[in-house]
């Protein structure tokens, strides 16, 4: 009951807020956030001192980007996003997941990734999915189990990865019709964006869409397919116009490093309406991974400082940029194994990371709170920073022994559906990477700044 009281007063406060800032922007967005600061004494005072800053600055590209996103963005969807990830996401789940997690002694996630689909109508280089064909899927009532079962645990944000997750875009409007309280976002080709779909995702309000993308035409289709970069530019110019939401997914390799952190590229992403970036660093999953096109050293020492400038105020670009590898600093490390996330894939089986092909306990046998308890996850709870050296955080890429080890003691079994690649194997192809960028990483983590990151470890004694 508080629970849906809260919502009803935040949906009529924001609805008032958001037409109080439309009348002037600029002044009124100054304002509410000096109401904020008077009332939310909770967050740090340096917190309210720099967006303040922000603020009396025109030139930062963050306000920028908020008053684009006021200019470019459906109204309702803007109001319906912050309630599901403000309200029940941020304020009610993060209340409820750190509680569970010192209540039960085991990892309780803040999101949860599930491929509704093993299908793909792409098949691009390096990409697993596209070698295990159309067979497997998680049917309807498996994907409300899983976020039902994640509700119960706090978790409302979840990322549907596949495959090409659209392919079922019938059963995840339903999912996200029956969920309302969570924030539903979909990576995909794009092939699939059509205006009956942009029409269900301002139904339901808690839809966005991440839409992959490697640089100008020539460096992505190389890797997508020829023709995948045109479609991917309709898609944007479709969810644009119809004042959607949406942003990219970016996998970035040792040849196309340049290409996706260029200005040409990003000054056209935003012109597009993108506003946010999720970068990855390529890993060689699967047994045709192709581990040169790991980025080297020298590139992830750039990714990690071009991520920096595109986080400055000053020399950013008006979108939210993120590197789930070179941004292990501010969240304490690997998040996997159910620390923040984990992944479930279209067979049902419950793995702790997405590119971590290995589990013990799978859906259709197994709930959620049993596979965080049993031996593979724990083992990573335990393990977690698996490198004090955040800039190491992975157990495969940047310290594949400590991946065997875990395999090894737990007996987890490999969920490839191909090829049952053994950790040896994959880490295999880690191995001359680790031993590479230890020293970089090393040299760039004595010698810079890093944030004190407020976030739970659960070392056994």
Known sequence: MEHRLVHTAADIALARILRYIDKAPEENLLKILKVAERHFKMFPQKNFEKMKAALNDEDNCFV????NILRDIDRDLVKSLLLSMGVHAGY???????????????????????????????????????????????????????VSQGKELGTHFYMLTG????????????????????????????????EKLCADIKRCGNITLAL????????????????????????????????????????????????????????????????????????????????????????????????????????GKPLFAFDFQDDGEYVGGCIAGGRNYFHINSNGDMEPCVFVHYSDSNIRTHTIFEALNNPLFMAYRKGQP????HLMPCPMLENPHILRQIISETGAKSTDLVYKETADELCAKCDDFSKA??????????NNPHPKTFTQYYKSE
């Open 212 to 315: 992959s993308i490697e640089g100008d035409e020539c460096s992505n289709d190389d890797r997508r397919g020829e023709g995948a970069y045109r479609t991917t530019i309709e898609a944007m110019e479709l969810l644009k116009r119809e004042r959607l939401l949406f942003g990219i997914s970016v996998c970035y390799t040792s040849k196309n490093v340049n290409q996706v952190t260029s200005d040409e590229f990003l000054d056209k992403m935003v012109e597009m309406g993108v506003k946010y970036a999720f970068y990855f660093n390529y890993m060689p999953v699967g047994k045709n991974a192709d581990k040169s096109l790991i980025p080297t050293p020298t590139q992830r020492k750039y990714m990690y400082f071009w991520m920096k400038k595109m986080r400055n105020g000053k020399t």
């Open 92 to 146: 009610y789940g993060t209340k409820t997941v750190r509680a569970l997690r010192d209540k039960y002694n085991c990892n309780i996630p803040f999101t949860i990734l599930f491929d509704p689909t093993s299908a793909c109508n792409l098949k691009c280089k390096g990409c697993w999915a596209a070698e295990y064909g159309h067979s497997l899927q998680l049917s309807l009532d498996d994907m409300r189990s899983i």
């Open 64 to 67: 920028t980007l908020a008053k």
């Open 437 to 446: 960028w230890a020293p970089v990483a090393k040299e760039i983590w004595e």
């Open 386 to 389: 698996f490198n004090e050296n």
């Open 163 to 194: 495959g090409e997750p659209l392919i079922r875009k019938n059963d995840i409007i339903t999912i996200a019709s029956e969920f309302p309280e969570c924030v539903f976002l979909i990576y995909t080709n794009a092939t699939l964006v059509d």
